[in-house]
């Protein structure tokens, strides 16, 4: 079981940057693929980026390579999201999520976040 947790969203201008943050408590959790989603009022939960357990090889969104960086430490059981030159297309909720097996682009994913709310206005 793990327990996931975002922070560090918010109101930011088109051009700015945000860090998001993912806590997560429980065991294994250095053994799980982490993910990043978002979902914008009306639409779909859509993948934004994952990473490996190990932290190599991530994979992004062609919406979003070039701007976005996912990174984690498993030492401290975080992951983040850095966020920058943002749109207001990146408006939505951004859901932490891990899963057993390989990065998944689909919302297959074994536990999720509460979600946190990015706003970029332009």
């Known amino acids: 079981q793990v327990q996931l947790v975002e922070s560090g969203g918010g109101l930011v201008q088109a051009g700015g940057s945000l860090r998001l943050s993912c806590a997560a408590s429980g065991r294994s959790f250095s053994t799980y693929t982490m993910g990043w989603f978002r979902q914008a009022p009306g639409k779909e939960r859509e993948f934004v980026t994952g990473?490996?357990?190990?932290?190599?090889?991530?994979k992004y969104a062609d919406s979003v390579k070039g701007r976005f960086t996912i990174s984690r430490d498993n030492a401290k059981n975080t992951v983040w999201l850095q966020m920058n030159s943002l749109k207001p297309e990146d408006t939505g909720v951004y859901y932490c999520a891990a899963r057993n097996g390989v990065i998944a682009t689909t919302t297959r994913y074994d536990y999720w976040g509460q979600g946190t709310q990015v706003t970029v206005s332009s």
């Open positions: 990473i490996s357990w190990s932290g190599s090889s991530p």
